[in-house]
């Protein structure tokens, strides 16, 4: 992937000097290495679960997905069951921010909801989303974090969900990226590897 931009994915100009900046490209660099070396198709299944078992890859992970946006005044982070859920609290975890979770089906979750139904994704699936309205406030800004965007179906509808009660969108961050560049731009999406990047499904090229 290119070299992390020293810009916020908003477009709005961000604080990252120089040093700050070769930083960032080392811990991404090193991040998509190892998520390179540990990835695997199984059954022609996309596994991304060896990268967590690793103790050094997680790590490497967790600060590669926080990297781009630490300095953008991030104050949660949202994270979507269940994949979600394990890097979004951590990545909010070292970004000193807070944790939301945004739930699917119908699974106990307290409280008045924002919902959402999201559009079609790659599987022509569409996911009842959940958010709990006092999770966010209008000083907030929120970043969304995930394993995988392919459509972007549930990262738009979580975002949608976040403005609605008041706070603003951050931008998304991946480990695989396969959005098409619109998509990409329009959620602010970065990533620590694009799916082209990936071995080839199954030992095919």
Same mark, same amino acid.
């Given at each position: 992937m290119p070299p992390a931009s020293p810009y916020s994915p908003n477009g709005e100009s961000g604080c990252l000097d120089c040093q700050s900046v070769r930083r960032l490209? $080392?811990?991404?660099?090193? #991040?998509? %290495?190892?998520?390179?070396?540990?990835?695997r198709w199984i059954d022609g299944h996309a596994d991304v679960w060896q990268i967590f078992r690793d103790p050094? #890859?997680?790590a490497a992970v967790v600060r590669g997905l926080a990297g781009p946006f630490r300095e953008d005044g991030v104050t949660a982070v949202c994270g979507i069951e269940s994949r979600g859920? /394990? =890097? %979004? #609290? #951590?990545?909010?975890?070292? /970004? %000193?921010?807070g944790f939301i979770a945004v739930r699917k089906g119908e699974g106990i979750f307290p409280g008045k909801k924002v919902t959402r139904r999201s559009d079609p994704?790659? +599987?022509?699936?569409?996911?009842? =989303?959940?958010? !709990?309205?006092?999770?966010?406030? +209008?000083?907030?800004?929120? =970043? =969304?974090?995930?394993?995988?965007?392919?459509?972007?179906?549930? @990262?738009? @509808?979580?975002?949608?969900?976040?403005?609605e009660c008041g706070? +603003?969108?951050?931008?998304?961050?991946?480990?695989?990226? !396969?959005?098409?560049?619109?998509r990409r731009a329009d959620l602010g999406v970065?990533? $620590?590897?694009?799916?082209?990047?990936?071995? @080839? +499904?199954?030992g095919q090229s």
């Open positions: 490209t $080392i811990m991404m660099s090193h #991040a998509r %290495g190892l998520v390179l070396e540990r990835f050094e #890859a997680l859920f /394990l =890097l %979004g #609290a #951590a990545a909010a975890v070292e /970004l %000193g921010a994704d790659y +599987r022509s699936t569409r996911q009842e =989303l959940r958010l !709990q309205r006092a999770a966010v406030g +209008r000083e907030d800004r929120v =970043l =969304l974090v995930d394993d995988w965007i392919e459509t972007g179906s549930q @990262a738009s @509808a979580v975002r949608s969900m976040v403005e706070g +603003r969108w951050a931008g998304c961050s991946v480990v695989v990226d !396969q959005t098409v560049p619109a970065r990533s $620590i590897v694009t799916a082209a990047e990936l071995p @080839a +499904r199954d």
